[in-house]
């Protein structure tokens, strides 16, 4: 089945500075990969994915960016703030039906004033 | 809309006892699906129901039985709780894409402790 390995498991930025999250998978016909955002004590919320036909999506200032040749993909947050602080989790798709994922094991973003 | 909503939002169960976690969500999603989440472990799948009228295991299905009760519902139930039990549990929903997997959308969770 699929693993995805996510690090770092704690991050620590000063507020403006980019922070970058990094995730590897081992399944190769995996096709999607996103990022949920959880904030203490409420529920993950997508912020953003990327399938495999792309190398690079952005929104405003959190960007992801996939190498299916080394199997891993990346999340970029640009201009952190305070409001960024979270955990944030990446997860790929299992492949074989199910309409399932693998989460990794989530990164503590503290931005810092 | 009111999403994914799970009850009870908290329980203290003793050892040994039962109960059902419910999960319904109103935006007409084909799959469901629950996890938990430990420090330290992420999220992971317990069971999950592709479409009405199928369950499967997921990576931890071991004490947990579910019910996919129309399209709507999919509850969780532990028969005999055990502490190692204790932990967050989140029911969610997605739609599928033809084959395309999309987002999934997560209730607010069960905190639940088995003493």
């Known amino acids: 089945g699929e693993n995805v390995e996510q690090h770092p498991s704690t991050l620590s930025v000063q507020e403006g500075d980019s922070a970058v999250i990094k995730c590897t998978y081992s399944d190769s016909a995996s096709n999607y990969f996103p990022w949920y955002k959880q904030e203490l004590g409420k529920r993950p919320q997508l912020i953003i994915d990327i399938r495999s036909n792309v190398g690079e999506k952005k929104d405003q200032r959190i960007a992801v960016t996939l190498n299916k040749t080394a199997k891993h993909f990346s999340l970029h947050i640009t201009e952190t703030q305070p409001e960024d602080s979270a955990v944030y989790f990446c997860?790929?798709?299992?492949?074989?039906?199910?309409?399932?994922?693998?989460f990794g094991t989530g990164t503590q973003l503290k931005v810092e004033l | 809309n009111a999403g994914v909503t799970q009850t009870p939002k908290f329980q203290v169960l003793k050892t040994g006892q039962s109960m059902t976690l419910q999960c319904a969500q109103d935006?007409?999603?084909?799959?469901m699906y629950w996890y938990r989440q430990d420090p330290g472990m992420g999220l992971r799948l317990i069971y999950y129901?592709?479409?009405?009228?199928?369950?499967d295991k997921g990576e931890v299905p071991n004490g947990y039985n579910v019910s996919r009760l129309n399209k709507r519902e999919f509850s969780l139930r532990l028969e005999s709780a055990a502490p190692s039990q204790t932990s967050v549990y989140f029911c969610?929903?997605?739609?599928?894409?033809?084959?395309?997997?999309?987002?999934?959308?997560f209730g607010p969770g069960t905190r639940l402790t088995v003493t």
């Open positions: 935006m007409n999603h084909n799959s």
């Open positions: 969610a929903s997605s739609h599928l894409l033809g084959r395309a997997i999309s987002e999934q959308y």
């Open positions: 997860a790929a798709e299992v492949t074989g039906g199910g309409n399932k994922l693998t």
């Open positions: 129901s592709a479409s009405e009228g199928t369950t």
